[in-house]
T-cell receptor
């Protein structure tokens, strides 16, 4: 199956700093990437949909100025948490779509996630 | 309205036995896809099985099968011959054709006992 990587896998930062998380599709081109946030023992909540070459589409309630998303190429999307605070501590997961029809069109391939802790 | 409902917060199953994880969904779109993912404690999302709304047969992938009852809008996951490594969080998800988003259920924590 298609492989998606995320970097870093975990990060600890001080309150007020910005953190950038990278999501890469390693063996396919992804026109669309998705960013999710997950709190412990809870479900994945979609934050935004990232389209290559255009602005991201944010879900209701997600601050676009706080969570900056850039999808500069067909294999890379980045999420920057600006001026991070302890309440931003969470598990952030990206996914990418690869196919054009059938199950492949529907399926999303997930990165391994990034655990962010803001002190 | 909640689109994906997983009513079992947690389940226990004895090793080597079968277990069914429930999932019901709500959509007015005739074309949609249903997914099950496994998330172990490491956090990675592992794809298990897919069912398209127009698929005539229930999907199967090794020890995983999906009991798809379209009229009842249910898509239960059946794991046969449970193994200790099956202990994880399991998510049901749906993608509607009109949107390109996956909507996840709340998840079910499965614990396999030896």
């Amino acid at each position: 199956g298609a492989v998606v990587s995320q970097h870093p896998s975990w990060v600890i930062c001080k309150s007020g700093t910005s953190v950038k998380i990278e999501c890469r599709s390693l063996d396919f081109q992804a026109t669309t990437m998705f960013w999710y946030r997950q709190f412990p023992k809870q479900s994945l909540m979609l934050m935004a949909t990232s389209n290559e070459g255009s602005k991201a589409t944010y879900e209701q309630g997600v601050e676009k100025d706080k969570f900056l998303i850039n999808h500069a190429s067909l294999t890379l999307s980045t999420l920057t948490v600006t001026s991070a605070h302890p309440e931003d501590s969470s598990f952030y997961i990206c996914s990418a779509g690869a196919g054009t029809s059938g199950r492949a069109y529907n399926e999303q391939f997930f990165g391994p996630g990034t655990r962010l802790t803001v002190l | 309205a909640q689109k994906i409902t997983q009513t079992q917060p947690g389940m226990f199953v004895q090793e080597k036995e079968a277990v069914t994880l429930d999932c019901t969904y709500d959509t007015s779109d005739p074309s949609y896809g249903l997914f099950w993912y496994k998330q172990p404690s490491s956090g990675e999302m592992i794809f298990l099985i897919y069912q398209g709304s127009y698929d005539q047969q229930n999907a199967t992938e090794g020890r995983y099968s999906l009991n798809f009852q379209k009229a009842r809008k249910s898509a239960n996951l059946v794991i046969s011959a449970s193994q200790l490594g099956d202990s994880a969080m399991y998510f049901c998800a749906m993608r509607e054709v009109d949107g390109n988003k996956l909507v996840f259920g709340a998840g079910t924590i499965l614990r396999v006992k030896s």
